[in-house]
């Protein structure tokens, strides 16, 4: 009981610097094309020499090459550090902050997923702040303003490109260690559709689902206002209209577009409103099992979500009644639940995983709830048990 009223204590700490602190949002380019108005923002801001932060993956399919060309056409110097990989290390930051120097580099741009802008955002603060990654991991502990960050998000889900938060690991004990700090929100993104559109249906799909389990759990978060709730009501409306189409159709530019835009703004919501057990429980199977991040938030959601009625449920009715998912009858905390469910079956999403051991399940806990009890404003407190049986739900 005193430990809970502690936890309380904390997330309701957050709430008031989530109030009282200035939260940045970064200048927005966004449409087809909107990568080279980003570029030509940035030279006409004087900035001469970018590091081109990336992976492998984009430099193969030649979208690294593009946004390298759209850059040169400004009168910009690219160096291409591609070294990124999911769930970035403090190597790789260490790597990419060797490659900024040696180069000479005066700003970033992070080309991809989450695990590249988070990689940038990590390398731009390195780049003020000479001190070890462990010791900027948690909060407001970026004490120097990072070198100048520009992002262009390659998938749609994150939401890195205008939250405060960058998540890389501890090679040693493979822990995710997060930064949370308002210093690292980018100075400008562009949200450009076209890159989007070789994106595979899977990553399409999980990503998506990332970014509705941030609009979903910024919602009924303790820590919500009434601005998060408009941007994760914009961004959950969007979900379920145009991710069952991005899956069907990956070429549809229009619906990229609106999804790249869903996932803004859920990560505008969760960015101020903070998460909850879904994604304590995301972390921890992705850490043990290296399931994706957007997977293992789809797999926890709904059972997170029903174990958080009663306390959830004005807030998932209000939902139900402002997405009018209810029909006739009158609205109900269920028939979001069933929306849900309804979502996955339209985009072929497994609601359970076959990776996760019993034998672990103890372990798991011990950690998702260390995890969530110190960070995120739950809305009902979970105990041991409770959780280990959450994970049996979870596994097939
Ligand atoms: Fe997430």
Same mark, same amino acid.
């Given at each position: 009981?005193?430990?809970?009223?502690?936890?309380?204590?904390?997330?309701?700490?957050?709430?008031?610097?989530?109030?009282?602190?200035?939260?940045?949002?970064?200048?927005?380019?966004?449409?087809?094309?909107?990568?080279?108005?980003?570029?030509?923002?940035?030279?006409?801001?004087?900035?001469?020499?970018?590091?081109?932060?990336?992976?492998?993956?984009?430099?193969?399919?030649?979208?690294?090459?593009?946004?390298?060309?759209?850059?040169?056409?400004?009168?910009?110097?690219?160096?291409?550090?591609? *070294?990124?990989?999911?769930?970035?290390?403090?190597?790789?930051?260490?790597?990419?902050?060797?490659?900024?120097?040696?180069? *000479?580099?005066?700003?970033?741009?992070?080309?991809?997923?989450?695990?590249?802008?988070?990689?940038?955002?990590?390398?731009?603060?390195?780049?003020? =702040?000479?001190?070890?990654?462990?010791?900027?991991?948690?909060?407001?502990?970026?004490?120097? +303003?990072?070198?100048?960050?520009?992002?262009?998000?390659?998938?749609?889900?994150?939401?890195?490109?205008?939250?405060?938060?960058?998540?890389?690991?501890?090679?040693?004990?493979?822990?995710?260690?997060?930064?949370?700090?308002?210093?690292?929100?980018?100075?400008?993104?562009?949200?450009?559709?076209?890159?989007?559109?070789?994106?595979?249906?899977?990553?399409?799909?999980?990503?998506?689902?990332?970014?509705?389990?941030?609009?979903?759990?910024?919602?009924?978060?303790?820590?919500? +206002?009434?601005?998060?709730?408009?941007?994760?009501?914009?961004?959950?409306?969007?979900?379920?209209?145009?991710?069952?189409?991005?899956?069907?159709?990956?070429?549809?530019?229009?619906?990229?577009?609106?999804?790249?835009?869903?996932?803004?703004?859920?990560?505008?919501?969760? +960015?101020?409103?903070?998460?909850?057990?879904?994604?304590?429980?995301?972390? =921890?199977?992705?850490?043990?099992?290296?399931?994706?991040?957007?997977?293992?938030?789809?797999?926890?959601?709904?059972?997170?979500?029903?174990?958080?009625?009663?306390?959830?449920?004005?807030?998932?009715?209000?939902?139900?009644?402002?997405?009018?998912?209810?029909?006739?009858? *009158?609205?109900?905390?269920?028939?979001?639940?069933?929306?849900?469910?309804?979502?996955?079956?339209?985009?072929?999403?497994?609601?359970?995983?076959?990776?996760?051991?019993?034998?672990?399940?103890? *372990?798991?806990?011990?950690?998702?709830?260390?995890?969530?009890?110190?960070?995120?404003?739950?809305?009902?407190?979970?105990?041991?048990?409770?959780?280990?049986?959450?994970?049996?739900?979870?596994?097939?």
């Amino acid at each position: 009981m005193l430990k809970r009223l502690l936890y309380r204590g904390y997330t309701n700490g957050l709430k008031i610097a989530a109030y009282m602190l200035p939260f940045p949002k970064p200048t927005l380019f966004s449409g087809p094309g909107s990568i080279n108005d980003l570029c030509e923002a940035i030279a006409g801001l004087g900035f001469k020499r970018l590091l081109l932060v990336t992976d492998e993956g984009l430099v193969r399919i030649g979208i690294a090459e593009q946004v390298k060309e759209n850059a040169q056409a400004f009168g910009l110097d690219v160096c291409v550090f591609s *070294e990124v990989k999911p769930d970035p290390t403090y190597d790789q930051v260490e790597n990419g902050l060797a490659a900024y120097l040696d180069w *000479e580099c005066d700003a970033i741009l992070a080309l991809g997923g989450g695990s590249a802008m988070d990689c940038g955002k990590v390398i731009a603060a390195k780049v003020t =702040n000479k001190r070890a990654i462990k010791k900027l991991a948690g909060l407001f502990r970026v004490w120097r +303003t990072p070198a100048p960050l520009f992002v262009i998000p390659t998938t749609s889900g994150t939401g890195s490109e205008v939250t405060i938060v960058a998540v890389v690991s501890d090679p040693d004990t493979h822990l995710k260690t997060p930064l949370i700090d308002p210093k690292l929100v980018p100075l400008m993104a562009a949200l450009d559709a076209k890159l989007l559109i070789g994106l595979p249906a899977k990553i399409t799909a999980d990503t998506g689902i990332d970014a509705l389990t941030h609009a979903v759990e910024a919602y009924v978060s303790r820590n919500a +206002t009434q601005e998060t709730r408009a941007y994760s009501l914009a961004a959950i409306k969007l979900i379920f209209q145009y991710l069952p189409q991005v899956v069907e159709q990956g070429s549809d530019v229009e619906a990229r577009h609106k999804m790249l835009m869903a996932s803004y703004y859920a990560g505008l919501a969760f +960015t101020k409103a903070s998460l909850g057990y879904v994604h304590a429980f995301a972390h =921890n199977l992705g850490a043990k099992y290296g399931l994706p991040h957007g997977m293992a938030n789809g797999i926890a959601l709904l059972p997170v979500l029903r174990f958080s009625l009663p306390e959830i449920e004005p807030q998932l009715k209000a939902l139900s009644e402002a997405l009018s998912v209810h029909g006739e009858s *009158e609205p109900s905390a269920q028939d979001l639940l069933n929306r849900i469910e309804a979502l996955y079956q339209a985009i072929g999403f497994e609601k359970t995983s076959d990776v996760i051991q019993s034998a672990d399940t103890e *372990e798991l806990a011990t950690l998702i709830l260390k995890e969530a009890h110190w960070n995120y404003p739950v809305p009902k407190f979970m105990d041991g048990l409770e959780c280990t049986q959450l994970l049996a739900e979870m596994r097939s």
